[in-house]
């Protein structure tokens, strides 16, 4: 990967909390977090056709509650449904020339704060494609915006609504497990150092700022390793990472940007992050009221 390469990463979270008797975490089947996966890729990708589940590579050693990490791989394709429609996706028709994306991440149960990350790549077209479109797995790369789309879901037990916020070091932690899945990344990533935020307050209603750098470990995203006993590689790359986590909109919602350490000037780097959070702004006001009836699935 060239050091001068740019990576932006795109984190939605989501925090609902039950209204119920306490209860330890909703754990979902394998179908159930794929079909979740599909509904937040439809409400994050900016298309104008939703897309819908194609085929979805089986699981039968599906089980949260011996394994906490569980992977999610399938395929969704184009459909006739206007995202504006609204249509649930088992009634819309594929598009006989529709765009299939190959999909894969993950579900988590490895923190306090569960979390679901997928991640979508279109399929490239045999014929008559330029060969310069395609990242190193075959699949033809579209902005970050849609390829990285990276949703995590927090669910929680029906304490009080400030504890069942995302702390600092929470928000930080999902964030680093969501970089390791961008396609293409081999080495883990670990957390090297975050700007301490004494000021921490997700009940406050402001924006929260956060800031940390992740380093490359020696340890291969394939085998499925705890990071925290990973050690950092000795010429392994560095990643700045910069955000913002807001409770301004119901549910909270966070925005990760994680871009290739550099000398470049701090103005460079404002003046981009600017134009970045106005985007999560605008996303996260669009998409509020369909945020909230997904996540809320969850909790059934």
Known sequence: MERGRRHLLLLVVVAVV??????????????????????????????????RLL???????????ANPRQE?????????????????GTECDFRDDGVVRDCSGFFSTQQVSPIVVVSCNTVAQEEGQDPL????????????????????VVTAAPTSPASSLPSHEDAILAAVQVYNQEPGVTLAYRLLEAEPQPDWDVTSKTVQPLKFTIKETVCLISEKRDINQCDF?????????????????????????????????????????????????????????????????LIG
């Open 133 to 152: 479109a395609l990242d190193p797995t075959g699949h033809r790369m579209e902005t970050c915006l849609k390829i990285l789309l990276l949703v995590g």
């Open 233 to 297: 590689k000795e010429d392994g790359l560095i990643k700045d990472c910069s955000g913002f986590f807001s409770t301004e909109q119901d549910p909270p919602s966070a925005m990760i940007k994680c871009e290739d350490a550099s000398e470049e000037p701090d103005i460079v780097t404002r003046g981009r992050w600017g134009r970045f959070k106005r985007r999560a702004g605008r996303f996260i006001r669009r998409n509020r009221w369909q945020i909230i009836s997904t996540g809320l699935k």
């Open 55 to 65: 085929k979805a590579d089986p699981r039968p050693e599906w089980d949260m509650t």
């Open 18 to 51: 039950a209204a119920a008797e306490p209860s330890p975490h909703k754990t979902l089947s394998y179908e159930e977090a794929v079909a979740l996966a599909v509904d937040f890729y439809n409400q994050g990708s900016g298309l104008d056709h939703a897309f």
């Open 72 to 88: 999610l791989k399938f395929t969704v394709k184009e459909t006739m449904c206007l995202m504006a429609e609204n249509l649930p």
